[in-house]
């Protein structure tokens, strides 16, 4: 008698191994060996381990045998064969699971006739942005020789491609469902959501519309893994494109697009967009509040750093009841802002906190009135008292060796003192050529030092929540600087609207199983990957059979796995 699986591959792509319990039975009249099953132990994942590892002992405790793991006897030569990574690959497909981010694809697949494993090559691609971020081609070879992806043996740039252009295709069902489906399974509350853009360049001369190539070429200068589309399926996507705007990433000599993304207050992200790098701020708020409408989501505050601080965006987010709480730039000069700003009144400390302070500053009366919160945190105006000291010494010092140069060397030293980003706001150009310290602008700095001033649509939030809300803003940088260090989502290789759109949403999800996991275990993605890549898939080579098993977990895994509700992988993979 021994163990055996058996492997049915399914119409979607997809495998599906069963674990029987056989033996074989020599038929005399046909003079050969017959393989009959004992018992169907069911597929493998549902295998109860424990219970065969009981059985096991048994068998050793009658037959009286050392061997502890019942595979191996000692007679028998062992061959390492090979060794894959499984933890980070096998805990991202539990919660994959469990988020039940597999059956929102189904449903979408489900009667569209596709040959290719659609939904696996969709998790592998997610998976790799989270555990080895690298090109799609370098994803192929990821999948098929060092990783273990669950259900799936290999995969090809060219599925993943086509994975992708589905992804897209179904942009908006996709991302709802998933949405849906993670709320109702995690409880998400989404009574404040952090909204924010950033913005990805590209390494080219010219924005779309000039000549920008022909094909994806990978990090190693390969084109074997093209990104090819008809001019038909391009059609489609015109409304994205490559194109100079305000960079975040202090690049405006390169065409970029503008990533949104928006997360609950937990950093859990829920949606994100893809727009052209020219787009407007009023543009760009008008879609978000239009798409958050269409998942019930218009009765929200909306928080938002200063960037959005503008007449048009208050006026869209206040639109079906929504309400809006923003950061407001104090050096604009604005009426409101200055009226605010000059408003007397008794600080208030912000919870626990001796470091932070804050007041109320209402402006304008009825239709016209508008409430903000000003914050002060002592610490901070003491940094802001440093910097400016140490900005005026050199300035003094610039100042002085204004006098030693002549001619043209001057006006540009000048010109570069009065334009500096943080010097010039101190000084002030004479008429004569010279520059001299504004005493005036120096006492306005002053006033602000440790201020930041937020802006409020709601009446009925108390100024602590308004400042904690406002500071929780801090999420959702974290989640742009985790895809763009973590998840690497530069460079990107793409060219095309659809595949660039397609991209951002692959390090979207994987950037949502990153936030549950981090949130669950109470600890960072980076230590997770470092401890769940010990986990590996071994494949041992004998005389008369070939068996994938598992390392031994440690007590880490699973504490990991039981604090995300997760399964171990089974101890014995397969027998062959």
């Known amino acids: 008698m021994y163990i055996r699986t058996t492997t049915r591959k399914n119409k979607d792509g997809t495998i599906t191994q069963y674990v029987q319990l056989a033996h074989n039975e020599w038929l005399k009249e046909s003079k050969r060996s017959d393989t009959k099953v004992l018992y169907n132990f069911g597929r493998r994942e549902e295998v109860d381990i424990e219970a065969l590892e009981r059985l096991v002992k048994s068998i050793q405790k009658f037959i009286g045998s050392n061997n502890q793991n019942g595979i191996v006897t000692n007679n028998e030569s062992i061959i390492i064969e090979s060794t894959k990574t499984l933890g980070g690959a096998w805990f991202l497909d539990q919660l994959w699971r469990r988020l039940e981010l597999d059956s929102c694809l189904k449903r979408l697949l489900s009667g569209r006739g596709y040959e290719i494993p659609i939904e696996r090559a969709i998790f592998a691609m997610v998976a790799n942005r989270a555990l080895d971020p690298a090109s799609k081609l370098s994803c192929e070879h990821w999948v098929n020789q060092e990783a273990v992806i669950p259900s799936i043996e290999e995969v090809s740039v060219h599925q993943l491609y086509r994975s992708m252009d589905f992804l897209v295709d179904h942009d908006e069902e996709i991302q709802r469902d998933i949405y849906f489906s993670v709320a109702n399974i995690i409880n998400l509350e989404v009574d404040l959501i952090y909204f924010d853009t950033t913005s990805t360049y590209f390494d080219i001369d010219e924005p779309d519309g000039g000549d920008a190539g022909d094909e994806e070429t990978s990090a190693a200068g390969t084109s074997a893994g093209a990104d090819v589309s008809g001019p038909e399926e391009e059609a489609a996507y015109e409304t994205i494109a490559r194109k100079y705007g305000h960079s975040k990433d202090h690049r405006a000599d390169l065409p970029q697009v503008v990533i949104g993304m928006a997360v609950t207050k937990e950093g859990i992200p829920i949606r994100c967009w893809v727009f052209s790098g020219n787009t407007s701020d009023v543009s760009i708020v008008g879609q978000v509040k239009k798409d958050l409408q269409g998942w019930r989501l218009n009765r929200i505050i909306s928080v938002m750093d200063c960037g959005f601080a503008s007449e048009d965006n208050f006026i869209k987010l206040q639109s079906g009841g929504g309400h809006f709480i923003i950061g407001e730039k104090m050096r604009t000069g604005k009426p409101d802002v200055e009226a605010a700003l000059s408003k007397k009144g008794r600080y208030t400390a912000i919870g626990d906190n001796d470091n932070l302070f804050a007041k109320e500053a209402i402006v304008g009366v009825g239709e016209r009135r508008k409430r903000y919160v000003i914050v002060y945190n002592p610490k901070e105006a003491q940094k802001d008292l440093l910097t400016r000291e140490r900005h005026l010494a050199a300035i003094e010092e610039k100042i002085k060796s204004f006098g030693e140069l002549e001619g043209k060397a001057h006006t540009k030293a000048v010109c570069a ?36 001033l937020i802006h409020t649509s709601d009446d009925t939030l108390s100024i602590e929540d308004i400042v904690s809300g406002y500071k929780q803003l801090k999420v959702i940088e974290r989640g742009f600087r985790s895809l763009k260090t973590e998840l690497e989502l530069r ?14 949403l692959l390090c979207f999800l994987a950037l949502l199983l990153i936030r549950v996991a981090e949130n669950e275990t109470a600890d960072t993605w980076f230590h997770l990957h470092q401890e769940l890549k010990k986990l590996s898939l071994v494949t041992l080579k004998m005389p008369e059979r070939t068996v994938r098993q598992t390392t031994e977990p440690t007590a880490r895994h699973k504490a990991i796995m039981a604090k995300c509700k997760l399964k171990l992988p089974p101890k014995i993979w397969s027998i062959d």
Not at 429 to 452: C, F, H, P, Q
Not at 491 to 504: D, E, G, T
Request: hydrophobic share 40%; proline share 4%.
């Open 491 to 504: 460079p990107i290789y793409h060219r095309r609207p659809q595949r660039i759109k397609a991209h951002v």
């Open 417 to 452: 003192l009065v334009s500096h980003r943080a010097q010039g706001r101190y000084v002030r150009a004479l008429k004569s050529g010279g520059v001299v310290i504004d005493k005036a602008a120096i006492a306005a700095e002053k006033r602000l030092d440790g201020k930041y």
